[in-house]
Nanobody, 120 residues
């Protein structure tokens, strides 16, 4: 399983944008990658997932039309572009590598998380 490191979090005003990165020390070519978030006092929620090639993506209803997941396998990096951010998007965002090529929900490796705060 690859070692994952998230970056790109921060404080942004409602309606703003952020791009999160999930970088791996090794190859991500054989792994679907998911982005998750967890707000204080709430359960972790899967936000998005992308298959090994980038051809198939999935989004939670709460972020559809606002977030875009994409990957650059040459850079061993998966991104989450977040637009039109809302206060309810606040939380710690994690990426995770599925042991499979597709988003089967079998995530075996997790990053340490990056904080996203949406507030005026």
């Amino acid at each position: 399983q690859p070692q994952l490191v998230e970056s790109g979090g921060g404080l942004v005003q409602p309606g703003g944008s952020l791009r999160l990165s999930c970088a791996a020390a090794g190859s991500l070519d054989y792994h679907a990658i998911g982005w998750f978030r967890q707000a204080p006092g709430q359960e972790r929620e899967r936000v998005s997932c992308i298959n090994y090639s980038g051809e198939s993506t999935h989004y939670a209803d709460s972020v559809k039309g606002r977030f875009t997941i994409f990957r650059d396998n040459a850079k061993n990096t998966v991104y989450l572009q977040m637009n039109s951010l809302k206060p309810e998007d606040t939380g710690i965002y994690y990426c995770a590598a599925d042991i499979n090529y597709y988003c089967f929900g079998t995530f075996g490796s997790w990053g340490q998380g990056t904080q996203v705060t949406v507030s005026s």
